[in-house]
């Protein structure tokens, strides 16, 4: 009576780990526009006044939630149709 399967040793492959899920892809370059970096919106997520200053919550192109930030909005004047989506759909929102 067998207990356990037995296999030819030649049936045999080492074990191969997939690295790809789960893997940490790192970030895209920025963008350098006039000497500096940028780096595309995807969607503004909210706004806010933050010190007298006008800010958005930014989520990045192919940047994760964690990568979100708030930016102030003179930093944002190559982002101005995601800004203006926002402003659309939340009226009420600091602008």
Known sequence: MKVHPVFHVSLLTPYQANT???????????????GFEEFEVQEILDSRIHYNKLQYFVDWKNYGPHERTWEPAKFLKHAKEAVARFHTRHPNRPS
């Open 20 to 34: 790809l899920p789960g893997r940490v892809q790192p970030p895209p370059p920025p963008i350098i526009v006039e």
